[in-house]
């Protein structure tokens, strides 16, 4: 089981630039969240998909953010454009399709926007 | 909205010292999962509880769910070096989407030799 794989680990960009994080949910997992964590406001849910379709997205902060999940095996946070206040580690996790299940979190990424 | 505070937000103990931190919640809940973020990594499972008054160990790590299912606490016996992170509750509303976990504010642990 390779677990949650998110690419890039890191990324640098300006301001103003797009920015796209992609991640690869565990097989067979129905699940699959984005996280934001920050020092000042630790671990935000942005959104979160079952079998592909998103489901809530009331914690993505404004219109600049967008998530999409074109099939089961993965998904794409997007920013455009990026601001200094954007900089943050971006998690995606997953989980199984049952209420409690855990979720199983990618190495994360590491976002600085100058 | 739904509040979830852990305390204490730091702390720094001695190894071989116990630790315990402590998650509360403004609603009732339907179950609670602990996480352990270790520095510079993501966060991964603990364990998760369900009924009421529920206590589970696991080695030295003893959670336990309130009674009113409103709180939890973990708690560490004689703390290690390894056990260094920040330790996360995280909660299941009873109403609204079941599967939108929302994470406590966290607490994060040091040990010291």
């Known amino acids: 089981d390779a677990g949650v794989i998110q690419s890039p680990r890191h990324e640098v960009t300006e301001m103003g630039q797009e920015v796209t994080l992609r991640c690869k949910p565990i097989?067979?997992?129905?699940?699959l969240f984005w996280y934001r964590q920050t020092m000042m406001r630790g671990l935000e849910l942005l959104i979160y998909?079952?079998?592909?379709?998103?489901?809530?997205d009331s914690g993505m902060p404004e219109d600049r953010f967008s998530a999409k999940m074109p099939n089961a095996s993965f998904s794409t946070l997007k920013i455009q454009p990026s601001e200094p206040r954007d900089s943050a580690v971006y998690f995606c996790?997953?989980?199984?399709?049952?209420?409690?299940?855990?979720?199983?979190f990618g190495n994360g990424t590491r976002l600085t926007v100058t | 909205g739904q509040q979830v505070m852990q305390i204490p937000q730091y702390q720094h103990v001695q190894e071989g010292e116990d630790f315990t931190t402590y998650c509360n919640s403004s609603?009732?809940?339907?179950?609670i999962q602990w996480y352990k973020q270790r520095p510079g990594g993501h966060p991964v499972f603990l364990i998760q509880?369900?009924?009421?008054?529920e206590v589970k160990k696991q080695k030295r790590l003893t959670f336990q769910f309130g009674e009113a299912k409103k709180n939890s606490s973990l708690h560490i016996t004689a703390t290690q070096t390894t056990d260094v992170g920040t330790y996360f509750c995280?909660?299941?509303?009873?109403?609204?989407?079941?599967?939108?976990?929302?994470f406590g504010t966290g607490t994060r642990l040091q040990v010291t030799l």
């Open positions: 097989s067979g997992h129905d699940y």
């Open positions: 995280a909660q299941f509303p009873y109403t609204g989407t079941a599967s939108k976990l929302t």
């Open positions: 609603t009732t809940l339907s179950n």
């Open positions: 509880l369900v009924k009421s008054g």
């Open positions: 996790a997953s989980s199984l399709l049952r209420v409690g299940s855990p979720l199983h």
């Open positions: 998909f079952n079998n592909n379709v998103p489901i809530d």
